[in-house]
């Protein structure tokens, strides 16, 4: 079992950037594939990148392609999402996933684990 909590989030400008930290305590971290996703208001929970227990291994969005990159220490028990070039779709708040192993997957229902999720708000 893993617990993860995300951290690194807040207002910035059009254009700006965050990075986005996740921190996981539990056994045998390098053994999950990570997930991020995002869920704005009144909208459903959406995929944005994954990255394989490995690290080998990435997935993203069509949205932020180009724009965020995901990384991950197994040595710190961490997991990063870089975000660049934000703009006012970006505004969401953004949710860390675990599942145990597999290939990075863009389905929130392949996830086993999530954190409580941490807000970004691009502003205009």
């Known amino acids: 079992q893993v617990q993860l909590e995300e951290s690194g989030g807040g207002l910035v400008q059009a254009g700006g950037s965050l990075r986005l930290s996740c921190a996981a305590s539990?056994?045998?971290?390098?053994?999950?594939?990570l997930g991020w996703f995002r869920q704005a208001p009144g909208k459903a929970r959406e995929f944005v990148a994954a990255?394989?227990?490995?690290?080998?291994?990435?997935f993203y969005s069509d949205s932020v392609k180009g724009r965020f990159t995901v990384s991950r220490d197994n040595a710190k028990n961490m997991v990063y999402l870089q975000m660049n070039s934000l703009n006012s779709e970006d505004t969401a708040a953004y949710y860390c996933?675990?599942?145990?192993?597999?290939?990075?997957?863009?389905?929130?229902?392949?996830?086993?684990?999530w954190g409580q999720g941490t807000q970004v708000t691009v502003s205009s």
């Open positions: 539990g056994h045998a971290f390098s053994n999950y594939t």
């Open positions: 990255i394989n227990w490995g690290g080998g291994s990435t």
């Open positions: 996933a675990a599942r145990l192993f597999g290939t990075p997957a863009a389905r929130t229902l392949e996830y086993d684990y």
